[in-house]
């Protein structure tokens, strides 16, 4: 399940990069940090405390970019 969300989340980052229309773009950061976060989720759950770690961060990064206020800093 990870790699598959690792991959889905970095395409959502991509797509959301280079979308011309704000709304679009922001609807894309705050889907692709809730991937983000349940990638966190996985890692830790499969004992990757370190990957849970990195993907929390960057999940708040994403969530930040997007204005997002449900997700806050760790």
Do not use: F, H, K
């Not at 989720?41 to 990064?61: F, L």
């Amino acid at each position: 399940m990870l790699p598959l969300l690792v991959t889905q989340t970095q395409l959502l980052r991509a797509i959301a990069n280079g979308a011309t229309n704000e709304e679009m773009r922001r609807a894309l950061l705050c889907l692709a940090a809730r991937y983000a976060e349940y990638a966190g989720w996985m890692a830790q759950e499969s004992g990757n405390e370190r990957g849970a770690t990195w993907w929390t961060a960057t999940a708040v990064r994403l969530a930040q970019a997007d204005g997002d206020p449900e997700l806050p800093p760790t």
